[in-house]
């Protein structure tokens, strides 16, 4: 498979524990279970949900965003009620230079269980194996070290900080950035 193939059918994935599958607007309520939570939304670029809509819409972007071959991000589904707990996927893709931006997202019940190193895992495997990604990079504030940590234990590699490079929340803020390659 190649990248035109990741979106033709999406791809459903599975780890040990979990499915990462397609996002369903049935989803909307477990998502903005985590998402109204200011802990978790305490270094992502969106402001905290104060009502279920605006999951519905994220879904909807995320959605349409797939169709327009722009973006996959697959939800990560408990086996056993099939419910959703986060997102991970692939963002910024760069066909010419055979690259994308990784983005993820977690419910707070399951951080510190390895949930995302597992997931971050399948999916950069699919990307480097399946898309024939070359690079694959990830944006996060430099003060969030979970989200370093899930990153070098899936190998990605620390470049630096870029300095005021998003606009957030009415601020601009820092970005480091890690990266993986397939080759070396």
Known sequence: MRWDEAFEEFPVLETER??????ELTDASNMFSYFSQDRVTEFYDLETFSTKQQAVELIESLLYRYQSR????WGIARYDTNELIGTCGFHALERD???AEIGYELH???WGSGVMAEVIAKVVDYGFNEMGL???EAFYDPL???SRRVLEKNGFEFEGVLRKRFFEKGEFVDAAISALLKTK
Not at 18 to 23: A, P, S, Y
Not at 70 to 73: A, D, F, G, T
Request: cysteine-free; hydrophobic content about 30%; glycine content about 0%.
């Open 18 to 23: 979990f499915r990462l599958r397609k996002i």
């Open 97 to 99: 230079h055979f690259k």
């Open 70 to 73: 722009k973006q996959i991000r």
């Open 144 to 146: 969030n070290n979970a």
């Open 108 to 110: 707070p019940d399951y």
């Open 134 to 136: 070359n690079r694959i």
